[in-house]
């Protein structure tokens, strides 16, 4: 008995073995397919790894040419960009100079076309230097208000365009308490001639010292004028020791206003009562200098023609 014990524990135990090493050997292969698996996969993994590596590799280069090359075509663009811009500003130099010329061209012509529509012998120095003749007129006159010319005169006429600056001044006399008063203004040709006949037959060839022949007279341009005060009551050399006189000494190239024949001139007898419109700029600038009309040169005068009614 103890024997056939034995001999079934030997087979149990053969069993045992042989259904374990049956396991351990399917262990084994199933182990070994699933490395094997693993091995496969590490390999498909390391190959495509390597088909990405070579890829990014590739790309990476082809990225970096691609990079460069931008750049370059960048530097090139912003070195052409740098001389468009330089290009630019000179042409835009170009164009403020061309625009400069411009505006200098079209004020030397709006000059020149208002140099035309003056009238060239408003500056002229007439009294025994230049002649007007019989036909001319002053291109515009206008009446002078009977409140301004002196009681007994006939009807006085001034140059259109210089009537605003004589109003002015007599206007701003009258504020200052200073009654000035027309006597004579616009002389035609005729007149001037009759003017001087009268004078000649009254005082012979001495009329020549005070009086100006038909021609050479400054009344005949409408710019020039006889002025006095009810006091005085005409052009009389007693009008230099008035107020009105030292007021207009004092302030009638303010408004444009010069006299034509002061103490010691070499033309005509000193005549505080002649005054003549000559422009704002020219009467400023004979009184800033202390000189008069008759003392500088006619090119120099000629200058300030385009501005004498501004």
């Known amino acids: 008995m103890q024997r056939s014990y034995l001999v079934y524990a030997l087979g149990v135990i053969t069993l045992t073995l042989a259904v374990t090493t049956t396991y351990l050997t399917w262990q084994h292969l199933t182990q070994r397919s699933h490395i094997d698996m693993l091995l496969k996969e590490r390999n498909f993994f390391l190959l495509e790894n390597a088909s990405s590596s070579n890829t990014l590799v590739v790309e990476r280069a082809q990225a ?21 811009e330089r290009d630019l500003d000179r042409e835009q130099n170009r164009n403020e100079e061309f625009e400069d010329q411009l505006d200098d061209l079209a004020g030397t012509i709006g000059v020149l076309d208002k140099l035309s529509k003056t009238d ?17 007129i002053p291109q515009r006159l206008t009446k ?3 409140s301004y010319v002196l009681p007994g005169r006939k009807e006085q006429y001034f140059h259109a365009s210089a009537w605003k600056f004589l109003k002015e001044m007599l206007d ?19 007149e001037q001639n009759e ?19 038909q021609g050479f007279s400054e009344h005949q341009l409408g710019t020039t004028l006889d002025l006095t005060t009810p006091a005085v ?8 020791a008035t107020p009105a006189y030292t007021w207009l000494q004092e302030n009638a190239h303010k408004y444009g206003f010069i006299l034509s024949y002061p ?39 000629d200058e300030y023609l385009v ?3 501004d």
């Not at 060239?120 to 001319?136: A, C, G, H, P, R």
């Not at 308490?177 to 040709?189: E, G, H, P, T």
């Open 64 to 84: 970096s040419s691609t990079i460069t090359d931008l750049a370059y075509r960048l530097s090139i663009t912003e070195e052409e960009l740098r001389e468009t």
């Open 172 to 190: 701003d006399a009258a504020d200052d308490a200073i009654d000035l008063k027309v006597v004579s203004a616009y002389r035609s040709f005729d």
């Open 233 to 240: 009551g005409g052009p009389y050399t007693s009008f230099a």
């Open 263 to 301: 103490e010691n001139n070499s033309f005509y007898v000193y005549e505080p009562w002649h005054w003549r419109f000559v422009g704002e700029d020219l009467a400023r600038d004979l009184h800033a200098a202390d000189v008069h009309f008759y003392d500088w040169e006619q090119r120099k005068i």
């Open 195 to 213: 003017l001087k006949g009268q004078y000649t037959q009254q005082y012979g060839t001495g009329a020549n010292a005070f009086s100006a022949d």
């Open 120 to 136: 060239k012998e408003l500056l002229q120095k007439y009294s025994k230097v230049y002649f007007l003749n019989e036909n001319y």
């Open 144 to 146: 002078i208000d009977d």
């Open 307 to 309: 501005s004498i009614f």
